[in-house]
């Protein structure tokens, strides 16, 4: 399942049909769909479909099960559709996202440090087994999602890592709170911000080292962490081995991999990777145009509330007469789910999902629909979920990064 | 390398590394508590066409080319801005007069 294409033909087991003739069949088959029940009319006025634009090989990279490859250097790995099948995300199956090519390939436990520094009492040097041995250990089920997930469904399209809804996964991560770090080491009066980094650099100097900064009062939140297992195991390489930072409820660009510094600092950080990227309007569900592009913007914080369906797939062929259980994950900041909404009928009448038992505050929540479709024909499902604090989500949303994507998802399928 | 090559490599890496419980414990059994992988390397994907050399040449200095191919059609100014943030945020060893030669490139193969 999923939109990708497997590298090489040695797996691929379709009979042989001629482009020419297949694309024939399809658009006959599209033609007789146009049944009564939903008018072609109520189909278009719903947003446009999210069907992937474009389509990415599978590769297995190391400790990675099949992914789809957006690129291989540095390697950009998005989970396909069947990954949201788990409730917890295997490790195997997580995205992967790197920014700078030169990318940890072999770590020393017994050399690795996390660094702590600047306006502190005690500088630190901390081993991951010190980590382990010297602090309280704490878990949290939380959702990974990529800044720009699903950027290749805004319309236009925006420059960057073509996504669709596969930058994301959900794990236990397992670690130490990062305020009991910053403890031992004593913050000084007058910080103002923790700044970190891992082990990634560029290949040449003058491009900006991947550095991300976190107030001070959200580094002393008990919710963020600095994890040294993944799901109960240490973390795949590409996922950050041996250490990453957790802000639950935030986008993933915080998750630092491969952490190894951080840096208390009495002055706000204007590094490239606050000052310039990663930054959104400075509007709840960060809008703007292409002609009139946000003057006022922000570092991205906090994950929009958003739902992503898992069933039906785009396009998906649903039979006639049937019950069929729609089903996806909602997601928002850790406020908690409230409700999850699905509409067959381009967003004129919506109907509440069942919503299953909830992991955690910072988990995605799965919601169930048992679907019955009035009659034979063309439809386009929408699913919307909501907070409890009344976030919800967006009917159009554009900005010029294509970051905290929360538009309604749209998926056409069709009933015959 | 070809492409049916680094597969093979990936395959056989992946054979020795094993599943996650493995994973675990090649850490736990080296002495060292070395812990490596080994990335696939794999060629350029751009198609042929005027500068497409000089393209590879000066972008995969940083990154691979499907950064490129992966996006979709961009318009010439939506180009020209993207080298231009190489050149002078990330300081790609472009000269300026490279720029435009990059820039016809890329809408050859990804312009509109």
Not at chain 1, 57 to 70: A, G, Q, T
Not at chain 1, 320 to 338: M, R
Request: aromatic share 8%; charged share 20%; hydrophobic share 40%.
């Amino acid at each position: 399942m999923g939109r990708g294409k497997r590298a090489g033909s040695q797996k691929m087991n379709f009979p042989s049909i001629p482009r020419r003739q297949f694309l024939g069949l399809m658009s006959a088959a599209s033609g007789a769909m146009l049944l009564p029940g939903v008018s072609r009319a109520d189909v278009d006025a719903a947003p446009p479909p999210t069907t992937a634009p474009a389509s990415f090989p599978l590769v297995k990279f190391p400790e990675k099960s099949e992914l789809m490859m957006l690129s291989d250097r540095p390697p950009n790995l998005e989970m396909p559709l069947s990954g949201f099948a788990h409730d917890i995300t295997p490790n195997e199956s997580f995205f992967v996202r790197w920014h700078l090519s030169v990318i940890p390939t072999s770590v020393d436990l017994k050399t690795h440090r996390l660094n702590v520094s600047g306006e502190v009492e005690t500088e630190l040097s901390l081993s991951v087994e010190d980590l382990r041995t010297q602090f309280e250990p704490v878990s949290v089920i939380a959702v990974n999602q990529c800044s720009g997930n699903s950027r290749s469904l805004y319309s236009p399209r925006v420059m960057g890592g073509q996504w669709n809804n596969g930058a994301i996964g959900n794990a236990k991560w397992t670690g130490v709170r990062l305020k009991d770090v910053l403890a031992k080491a004593k913050i000084k009066a007058g910080a103002v911000e923790v700044v970190y980094k891992g082990l990634d650099a560029a290949p040449i100097a003058t491009v900006p080292p991947f550095e991300k900064s976190l107030p001070i009062a959200k580094a002393q939140d008990a919710d963020v962490m600095i994890a040294y297992e993944m799901n109960d195991q240490p973390m795949p390489m590409l996922n950050g081995f041996p250490i990453r930072m957790i802000v639950p409820g935030w986008y993933a660009t915080y998750w630092m991999k491969a952490l190894s510094s951080i840096r208390v600092v009495s002055k706000p950080f204007t590094g490239f990777w606050m000052a310039k990227a990663y930054r959104i309007p400075k509007n709840p569900d960060c809008q703007e145009t292409p002609t009139n592009l946000a003057k006022d913007t922000v570092p991205i914080n906090a994950m929009t509330v958003r739902s992503l369906f898992f069933k039906p797939a785009p396009n998906e062929r649903i039979a006639a007469n049937s019950t069929y259980e729609v089903q996806g994950l909602a997601i928002d900041s850790g406020k908690g789910i409230k409700k999850v909404e699905v509409s067959d009928d381009a967003g004129k009448t919506w109907t509440e999902a069942k919503l299953d038992k909830e992991l955690g505050p910072f988990s995605w929540r799965r919601w169930r629909f048992l679907w019955q479709p009035p009659k034979a024909g063309e439809y386009a499902l929408m699913a919307r979920a909501t907070n409890v604090i009344g976030q919800t989500q967006t009917v159009t949303q554009w900005n010029h990064s294509g970051y905290a994507r929360n538009q309604i998802e749209v998926v056409r399928v069709t009933v015959a | 390398m070809k492409r049916t090559t680094w597969l093979m490599t990936i395959g056989i890496t992946a054979l020795l590394a094993g599943g996650s419980a493995l994973h675990r414990n090649a850490i736990a059994d080296t002495p060292n508590d070395v812990h490596s992988i080994t990335l696939p390397t794999m060629q350029p994907d751009l198609p042929d066409g005027p500068n497409r050399d000089l393209t590879v040449n000066r972008c995969t200095l940083c990154h691979s080319t499907r950064l490129i191919t992966m996006q979709p059609k961009f318009s010439r100014e939506a180009w020209t801005a993207e080298v231009k943030k190489m050149r002078t945020v990330f300081g790609a060893p472009v000269a300026p007069e490279d720029a435009d030669s990059i820039v016809d490139y890329l809408m050859s193969i990804r312009g509109k």
